[in-house]
């Protein structure tokens, strides 16, 4: 299926790569995959989305502005979250006061706050300072070996609902959902309940419409069902359609190339981030279908998307927009999704809800779909391709000539720190699985020469620093930033008791166990693309790859283009039942476990903190991070990718790589410029109190303490006068 998606995409955009391929460079020199512009590169198609005799998206500016509309609307929570709560700065969160959760997501681990380098306590409402980072830290933070001074558990992540058991929602005006709200266990000030912290750092939706894959995790699938983040994977997924002969029934979707979609559908029913406990997205539509979108936020009359539909004027900023949602949903959306009027099909809530017991329609059981592929038209918008890398002639090797001589040296030690490795490709991330091997198929020179390959499958096999070959899901990598028992990360399980990799999949794929493979895409890898070879044609054994002596045979795929053709042999399914009895084998190795997304550097400057616990709040630390090899010894960690560079010591070096990190950062994100302009916003930002005391309780419950608000003004297109800042500069 994936080498599917290729030939679909390749085909659909290779008049749009012509360009793109032109201008790319065959004699780059240095160690790496070269850096390429983003400019022209393809965003991966959606096949039958917007396209053929059917689609489900009939007016592609609607859906973008349903779209934009859903993502900055404070109704779509529970308690006043905007999915833009989270990401309102660069795409990511910039917030400094309540945003710390305890361990990770791991729900076996005891949830304490750790204590802060001063020896004050950490917690809930706590105010993050100067100080407070770098969350691991030696004597000297740039050697592998020097004494650790300091290890924080906790996470610095985003504020989000307080959460509740859900009973209600309400159809008009109210922007809160009815709950039966109490004091969280673990997020609480004293006898006063705060707002519940995600596990895990809030990454940037700018240009996450290239990720095959969204979520730290992985969890969020490259292809949307429809219904939840899940894919194929959740057996009860679907949509209703209104059929020929005016009866309903529900359907299979099966989106590909969607991962934004099932990324969005995520949140708005996590009773972490935005809702209270089991509501589902029918209320979600009940609630929201018959408001004015925004219908509490000022919406800036120069909108790039949805100034045409605001009531301000030239001005004179004014709430919400003149339409209802249900009006975009029905000039976005084919009308066998909304159309079918009566009810009684699609369930109903309980019986005690303001609307006793009504059945949802149509158009309120489909809110899902309608939900995920509008953010996903509208975050496909979001796209920053024009940092001064981008802008930059390059010379004959691939030096981007119109940067500093700094940031020029700076992309040579960024290549020959391996940086490249991970952080590959336009998008600086090999976690752009699809669109990375579209350019790679259309130019093989694509990123500076032929052995600098990227995959254009989803499972490899690479170097592991302690244990040999290990398998490996393509854009996923461990860095030991943690340690394993912390956050499974991608070695994590779906609630279907599925594991998350695809590698684990593939693992039993090979020992003959096809049952468990719940991704399609598992079936379509071929050996002979991987970077090294797990079998050798040979007759005598070898520590860590299978031989004749164990017992191998050939791929049962076509060998076309392979980029090993020596990489064809696989174990037979009883040498592979065989290896995966041992113990302690040095074969077979999964590196799924402790292993996160690879994310994109691209404004990298401005989207701090860092990690996937949020633990280092500059890019100074980063690089100490990755001078020092990690902080932990995963055994996941991958010798060419993470190892102790000492000679990032030099004083020169560093601010060579801060300048051309620097260089990727587009003076349209930093400026809130379209696409990047917004509505206004109000952001809980703590607490009244400290992390001691609270000083006063919500209106939704005595029990709950008080917000204090940040408040985001709304921004036209022509953006800010004064430019958003570096996570760093809003610190203490």
Not at 340 to 355: C, L
Not at 377 to 401: E, H, K
Request: hydrophobic share 35%; aromatic share 10%; net charge negative.
């Amino acid at each position: 299926m994936l080498r599917n998606l290729f030939k679909i995409t390749t085909g659909l955009t290779q008049t749009v790569l012509l360009s793109f391929c032109a201008s790319t460079l065959v004699l780059a020199h240095g160690f790496g995959p070269l850096p390429t512009s983003l400019k022209g590169a393809p965003v991966p198609e959606v096949p039958g989305l917007l396209d053929g005799p059917d689609p489900i998206i009939i007016n592609k500016d609607k859906a973008i502005i349903l779209g934009k509309a859903l993502f900055w609307d404070m109704s779509v929570g529970s308690d006043g979250v905007a999915c833009a709560t989270c990401h309102f700065h660069a795409g990511a969160d910039r917030r400094t006061k309540n945003q710390l959760a305890p361990i990770g997501r791991n729900s076996a681990l005891p949830k304490e706050f750790s204590m802060g380098k001063n020896g004050t306590p950490h917690g809930p409402n706590y105010t993050l300072t100067r100080n407070s980072f770098p969350f691991f830290d030696r004597e000297n933070p740039s050697e592998e070996f020097s004494p650790v001074i300091y290890n924080s558990d906790d996470v610095a992540s985003s504020a989000g609902t307080f959460g509740g058991a859900h009973r209600d929602v309400s159809w008009f005006q109210t922007m809160e959902d009815s709950c039966d709200r109490s004091v969280d266990p673990v997020f609480h000030v004293g006898a006063k309940g705060t707002r519940k912290i995600e596990p895990r750092n809030t990454p940037t939706v700018i240009n996450a419409v290239f990720n095959f894959r969204n979520f730290w995790d992985g969890r969020a699938n490259n292809i949307f069902n429809g219904s939840s983040p899940w894919g194929d994977r959740d057996p009860n997924a679907g949509v209703w359609i209104r059929n020929a002969n005016g009866t309903v029934s529900k359907e299979r979707l099966q989106l590909i190339n969607s991962s934004l979609a099932s990324q969005s559908v995520g949140p708005p029913l996590d009773n972490f981030e935005m809702s209270c406990e089991n509501r589902t997205f029918s209320d979600l539509g009940r609630k929201l279908l018959f408001r004015r979108p925004l219908e509490h936020q000022h919406v800036h009359w120069n909108d790039s998307v949805l100034g045409d539909l605001a009531f301000s004027s030239e001005g004179q900023l004014k709430k919400g927009l003149n339409t209802r949602y249900i009006q975009l949903v029905m000039e976005a959306f084919n009308p066998k999704y909304w159309s079918y009027n009566r009810r009684g099909a699609f369930g109903a809530p309980a019986a005690s809800s303001q609307t006793h017991g009504l059945p949802y329609s149509q158009v309120e059981a489909n809110f899902a779909m309608f939900f995920g592929l509008a953010l996903q038209m509208y975050q496909s918008t979001l796209i920053s391709d024009d940092s001064p890398f981008d802008r930059s002639a390059v010379n004959a090797v691939g030096t981007p000539i119109d940067l500093s001589l700094s940031a020029q040296r700076g992309m040579d030690l960024f290549r020959e720190g391996h940086c490249s490795l991970c952080h590959t490709g336009p998008t600086f991330t090999n976690a752009a699985v699809a669109t990375n091997g579209i350019l790679q198929k259309l130019n093989p020179l694509a990123f500076g020469n032929e052995s600098f390959r990227v995959s254009t499958t989803v499972v490899v096999t690479l170097q592991n620093a302690n244990a040999g070959a290990m398998f490996h899901d393509v854009g996923f990598s461990a860095t030991g930033v943690t340690p394993n028992e912390n956050d499974p990360g991608l070695g994590g399980i779906d609630p279907f008791g599925n594991p998350l990799s695809f590698t684990d999949q593939y693992i039993q794929l090979l020992a003959g166990n096809e049952n468990a493979v719940v991704d399609p895409y598992v079936s379509d890898v071929r050996p002979c693309d991987m970077d090294i070879p797990m079998a050798l044609n040979i007759n005598t054994p070898h520590v860590f790859k299978f031989t004749h002596v164990d017992g191998i045979q050939q791929q049962t795929q076509d060998t076309d283009g392979c980029f090993l053709p020596d990489g064809i042999y696989i174990p037979t399914v009883a040498t592979a039942l065989a290896e995966l009895q041992k113990p302690n084998r040095r074969r077979f190795l999964s590196a799924a476990k402790g292993s996160f997304k690879v994310p994109t550097l691209r404004n990298v400057e401005l989207t701090g903190p860092y990690m996937h616990n949020g633990g280092m709040a500059t890019l100074e630390q980063v690089i100490e991070f990755y001078t020092r090899g990690g902080n932990f010894p995963v055994p996941a960690v991958e010798f060419a990718k993470v190892f102790n560079q000492p000679f990032l010591n030099l004083p020169q070096q560093r601010e060579d790589i801060l300048n051309f990190l620097k260089s990727l950062t587009d003076d349209r994100v930093r400026y809130e410029q379209a696409p990047f302009d917004h509505p206004e916003l109000f952001i809980p930002h703590g607490h009244a109190g400290d992390n001691q005391i609270i000083a006063d309780s919500s209106w939704l419950s005595e029990a709950l303490a008080a917000d204090e608000v940040l408040h985001i003004p709304a921004v036209g297109a022509e953006g800010l006068d004064q430019p958003v800042l570096p996570f760093e500069d809003y610190l203490e």
